[in-house]
């Protein structure tokens, strides 16, 4: 299973970004890191280009929304119907909740949200969201 990965928008969390890639090798996924100050229409070609299952963005900033409001509109453009949309990070800046976020965010496109959530519980959820569109 292929996943494009990275940090998007002005974000620069290296550390983070590279840990999120371990990990996921870790899992036996292949990575297609594309590392920090990275655009959403940078993302979406690389989908393209790698035909990859997953797309993993992240973001620790909490500037998030402002870079990937615009997700289910370039969707609209290719055929991602198998590919998975997850983001995960600190999605929003100040004291935003889960509560308010994760539907926002689903509502731009992502299929898996998780907002200030350990690194693990949310490639559990990634695993378990694959096995059940397996099944």
């Given at each position: 299973?292929?996943?494009?990965?990275?940090?998007?928008?002005?974000?620069?969390?290296?550390?983070?970004?590279?840990?999120?890639?371990?990990?996921?090798?870790?899992?036996?996924?292949?990575?297609?890191?594309?590392?920090?100050?990275?655009?959403?229409?940078?993302?979406?070609?690389?989908?393209?280009?790698t035909r990859a299952d997953?797309?993993?963005?992240s973001s620790l900033n909490?500037?998030?929304?402002?870079?990937?409001?615009?997700?289910?509109?370039?969707?609209?453009?290719?055929?991602?119907?198998?590919?998975?949309?997850?983001?995960?990070?600190?999605?929003?800046?100040?004291?935003?909740?889960?509560?308010?976020l994760v539907p926002r965010?689903?509502?731009?496109?992502?299929?898996?949200?998780?907002?200030?959530?350990?690194?693990?519980?949310?490639?559990?959820?990634?695993?378990?969201?694959?096995?059940?569109?397996?099944?």
């Amino acid at each position: 299973m292929k996943v494009v990965t990275g940090v998007v928008g002005n974000d620069i969390h290296v550390v983070a970004n590279r840990l999120i890639e371990i990990s996921l090798q870790e899992r036996g996924f292949t990575v297609f890191n594309l590392g920090v100050n990275t655009y959403l229409e940078e993302f979406l070609d690389a989908l393209v280009e790698t035909r990859a299952d997953v797309l993993l963005i992240s973001s620790l900033n909490g500037e998030a929304e402002g870079w990937c409001r615009d997700l289910q509109y370039l969707k609209s453009s290719y055929d991602f119907d198998d590919v998975i949309f997850m983001i995960g990070g600190n999605l929003g800046v100040g004291e935003m909740d889960s509560e308010e976020l994760v539907p926002r965010f689903k509502g731009y496109g992502f299929d898996l949200v998780f907002h200030q959530v350990d690194l693990n519980e949310g490639l559990d959820a990634l695993e378990a969201l694959i096995a059940e569109r397996r099944s």
